[in-house]
């Protein structure tokens, strides 16, 4: 409802029902209160109120008699194309957003993506993003914002990785689970063993990632059980810290075997099975309710499954 709205001799004319713009565009289309009636889908009786109210709004007759027709007076003449223009901006504000093609679409989105994806998921992710929607730009949010409820605020749009419970209106979808393995250079004593034991691995030298600087983690937990000790030499934030150290020194380094294969062959390192009962890692995309039905947003999920689902398939042909 408009609250105050005003005629051309500027009397004020209260609780203008917004209906009528939509009736007053069918009316001086059709020159007919039948026909505009049945554009609407009404009744002509109506119709015929609604130009009642019109005509009081505006002061002018608007349609008059001429025979067995009407014609619009010269005020309705002056106000036929703005009340056009005005009622096919009202019709697509309330369209649904499933009228734009999302591969068009311009748009930037915030995402917080594992340290580990970012080096070897996100370059795909571009690429792809480059020929199916190139009007998408992504900008990767720093992992710190793993700790405030970032979805929720509106910080990230969506985060991909390891995904902690947080808000319990997140949606979440795993994308593949991966196996950890281990990653050596390729002079490293390792490298070239047959088999590699708990022992001769927990004997090895260890590089750690960890954003929060922990020393511990599940592999010490099954070490432990086997009364066994590891010696962790270096502890970085990042997954390309540590696979950059284990291509330059006497490390192992930890990696998943599937998503990092890329980085692994591009860094020339070899890779061994850890001989331990590992829990696979899930990796899953996650995002805030309000962006559920946003086609472009769908886009860049549907986009992130596929390259995810690609990965997990040249991974296990090899």
Request: charged share 25%.
């Amino acid at each position: 409802m408009v609250q105050s709205a005003f005629t051309n001799d500027n009397r004020q004319v209260d609780h203008v029902d917004l209906n009528l713009i939509e009736a007053l565009d069918a009316l001086l289309a059709e020159n007919s209160v039948t026909k505009a009636a049945a554009r609407l889908h009404t009744s002509a009786p109506a119709m015929s109120r609604a130009l009642g109210r019109l005509r009081r709004a505006f002061d002018d007759p608007l349609l008059v008699r001429a025979g067995r027709d009407l014609v619009p007076t010269p005020r309705a003449l002056e106000l036929r194309g703005e009340v056009h223009a005005v009622a096919t901006r009202a019709r697509a504000l309330f369209a649904p957003s499933n009228t734009a093609d999302p591969r068009s679409a311009v748009r930037m989105f915030d995402l917080q993506v594992t340290d580990m994806l970012s080096t070897t998921f996100i370059p795909a992710l571009i690429d792809d993003l480059r020929v199916q929607a190139p009007g998408i730009s992504l900008r990767l949010r720093p992992e710190n914002l793993e700790d405030t409820p970032a979805l929720r605020e509106g910080l990230v749009d969506l985060e991909i990785g390891m995904i902690r419970p947080g808000d319990p209106e997140i949606r979440s979808e795993t994308l593949v689970t991966e196996t950890l393995i281990g990653a050596v250079r390729p002079d490293h004593p390792l490298a070239g063993a047959n088999a590699v034991t708990p022992q001769r691995f927990a004997a090895a030298d260890h590089v750690v990632v960890s954003r929060r600087g922990r020393v511990h983690g599940p592999i010490d937990d099954q070490l432990a059980d086997r009364a066994l000790h590891r010696r962790v030499v270096a502890v970085v934030p990042s997954f390309a810290s540590a696979l950059f150290l284990a291509r330059e020194t006497d490390v192992v380094c930890v990696a998943p075997a599937g998503l990092g294969r890329p980085m692994l062959d591009a860094l020339g390192l070899r890779t061994f099975p850890i001989p331990l009962r590992l829990p696979p890692v899930t990796i899953a995309m996650a995002w805030h309710p309000r962006n559920h039905h946003d086609r472009t947003h769908q886009l860049l999920r549907e986009r992130t499954r596929r390259i995810m689902a690609a990965a997990a398939d040249a991974s296990a042909q090899e």
